[in-house]
T-cell receptor
């Protein structure tokens, strides 16, 4: 398996634009997590899904952020409109229900100008 | 919710020395405590973990200890090497029937000087 796949790896956009980050979890993993990492706030859990259903979105910073998981092999994190303070590395991670370890994707480095 | 505090934020040791990183957690129901290593520009990767029914776990040069009463756990790295230099994160979570979310510490930047 190729591991968790994220795209794009780097994204530079202007304030006000819509940004869509994509994630393909490891096949067979029931759980999918979206994290944001910044120097100021560290690694924060934004939302996680179980069997494509959002379980806890209490970490989503505000209404500008939304996440979907239309099927077991794909999830998106959307920011609309984007702001400079959204600049961060966004990680997607997945794990099976029978195993504790989360496997992280390579991350998407987002820069909002 | 869970709150995890991690200390120190930076740690510099000489090659061959030991390094210890400590974390405290607030939710007594937390039952799983992983440690992640993140090298510069890369993803976090699990290096060791411990469940609440175990007091200590060791994997070669790395060990983790857990004190449930005091609600703290520690990462111990012995015979450190330059390639151990990275940011280390602890996390705490409460698993219930397979579900649970992690709360991470703020990370410790470990530098091992040759």
């Amino acid at each position: 398996d190729a591991g968790v796949i994220q795209s794009p790896r780097h994204e530079v956009t202007e304030m006000g634009q819509e940004v869509t980050l994509r994630c393909k979890p490891i096949s067979g993993h029931d759980y999918l997590f979206w994290y944001r990492q910044t120097m100021m706030r560290g690694l924060e859990l934004l939302i996680y899904f179980n069997n494509n259903v959002p379980i806890d979105d209490s970490g989503m910073p505000e209404d500008r952020f939304s996440a979907k998981m239309p099927n077991a092999s794909f999830s998106t994190l959307k920011i609309q409109p984007s702001e400079p303070r959204d600049s961060a590395v966004y990680f997607c991670a997945s794990r099976p229900s029978s195993y504790n370890e989360q496997f992280f994707g390579p991350g998407t480095r987002l820069t909002v100008l | 919710g869970e709150n995890v505090e991690q200390h120190p934020s930076t740690l510099s040791v000489q090659e061959g020395d030991s390094a210890v990183i400590k974390c405290t957690y607030s939710d007594s129901a937390s039952n799983y405590f992983p440690w992640y290593k993140q090298e510069l520009g890369k993803r976090p990767q699990l290096i060791i973990d411990i469940r609440s029914n175990v007091g200590e776990k060791k994997d070669q040069r790395i060990a983790v200890t857990l004190n449930k009463t005091a609600k703290h756990f520690s990462l111990h790295i012995t015979e450190t090497q330059p390639e151990d230099s990275a940011v280390y994160f602890c996390a705490a979570l409460r698993y219930l029937k397979g579900a649970g979310k992690s709360t991470f510490g703020d990370g410790t930047t470990l530098t091992v000087k040759p």
